[in-house]
């Protein structure tokens, strides 16, 4: 039996608690596929800086090279804001993901009936809402050069590069003519073509790269419309796809419509090892109360059984057992609504594994 390398980097705040509930829906699947999975633990983020002086010591990115799939919990907290941008544990991320070439992220929002009262959007705006965000990852102002705040006669100037090139582009539109082609088949394009011309550029390319999927309805759309329409009519859209900035600002946006950002996970598609993390942070607030909502982790966790390691069916099983649990009334504090059990983060993993345990094999 096929047995897969998992990097488990657990991170700073919440991360542990999270990631903990994931892996032990990692160990039911082993139990009941009859999977290996081999977990080895790395360090990244601030946890890591504290013990190498780096949020991404080279053992964390040589185990992530050397696995199949990378699950992270989250990394960042007040103790280390103040450091230098070159040693911020968000530094680690970042490196990670340039590392292991993850140019295409997936952000997926999916609204649950059973949770439709946590957005606090009306429930007629939000039912039935299922898009997906393509972020495009490795791009953008995020590596963009020149960068940095430096002195200029005698005043202070800060500089950030928006830049891509057209392959980047065309790489990552074809991610999201791939997925829209797997679902309702309408793909929105975000930009900000009326004033950047970089984001003109951008819009050039996806059209191109759309002449091979005629079946995909290509929309093109301006970001700060686009901002507007998530809270206005989030339903008229199905796969939305858009640069490393403005998709990290519209899938915080997004996450509201589902009530919680502790109910999104993501994953980080490259070349070869991909990496699946909530698309929260670590939220030092509540870290090691163990109240924090392990679900963005574990549907994290289906999202690799997917596209890591074509596994469908367990994919589902994970993602079914998760709306069992919810439809049954169970909720962690951040999704906590009148008359429901509130649980905390190990109560609410036990809950998913036993729902799991008890499908038929
Ligand atoms: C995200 C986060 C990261 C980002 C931070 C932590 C670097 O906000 O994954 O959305 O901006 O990409
Ligand atoms: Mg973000």
Redesign the pocket.
């Known amino acids: 039996m096929k047995g897969y390398r998992i990097a488990v980097l657990p991170g700073d705040g919440i991360g542990p608690e999270i990631v903990r509930e994931a892996v032990k829906v990692l160990g039911v699947v082993a139990e009941r596929t009859g999977v290996r999975f081999d977990l080895h633990e790395g360090l990244v983020g601030g946890g890591a800086y504290d013990r190498f002086g780096t949020p991404l010591p080279d053992e964390t990115m040589q185990l992530a090279l050397a696995s199949d799939a990378v699950l992270l919990g989250a ?2 907290g007040p103790k280390w804001e103040s450091l230098d941008y070159s040693v911020r544990p ?1 530094r680690g ?2 490196g990670l993901r340039s590392g292991l070439g993850l140019y295409a992220n997936l952000r997926p929002v999916v609204v649950f009936e059973d949770l439709i009262d946590a957005s606090p959007l009306k429930p007629d705006v939000v039912r039935g809402i299922d898009l997906m965000i393509v972020r495009e990852l490795l791009g953008d102002a ?1 590596f963009g050069k020149p960068r940095g705040v430096r002195i200029e006669n005698g005043r202070r100037i800060g500089i950030n590069t928006m830049v891509y090139t057209e392959e980047e582009i065309r790489r990552i539109a074809k991610t999201a003519f791939d997925l829209a082609q797997t679902r309702r088949k309408k793909l929105l394009s975000v930009d900000k073509a009326n004033v950047l011309e970089m984001t003109e550029l951008w819009r050039d390319v996806v059209t191109e790269v759309g002449r091979d999927y005629p079946e995909v309805e290509l929309r093109h759309m301006y970001v700060d419309n686009c901002a507007m329409q998530l809270i206005r009519n989030p339903g008229q859209f199905d796969v939305i796809v858009t640069t ?1 900035m403005f998709g ?1 600002i519209l ?2 946006e997004a996450s509201m419509l589902t009530g919680s950002l502790g109910m999104l996970p ?1 994953a980080s598609l490259g070349a070869k090892t991909a990496m699946y993390e909530p ?1 929260h ?1 670590s939220a030092p607030d509540i870290a090691g109360k163990g109240v924090a909502n392990p679900l963005a982790t574990i549907l994290s966790v289906a999202m690799m059984f997917r596209h890591s390691f074509d596994r469908t069916a367990e994919a589902d099983q994970v993602e079914k057992a998760v709306r069992m649990v919810l439809k049954e009334g169970f909720r962690t504090e951040d999704i906590r609504q009148a008359g429901a059990v509130i649980v905390g983060t190990a109560e609410m993993g036990d809950l998913v594994v036993e729902r799991l345990r008890a499908f038929p094999a």
């Open positions: 990394v960042g968000e991320l970042l995020y490393n990290d899938s915080d993501s698309s942070g």
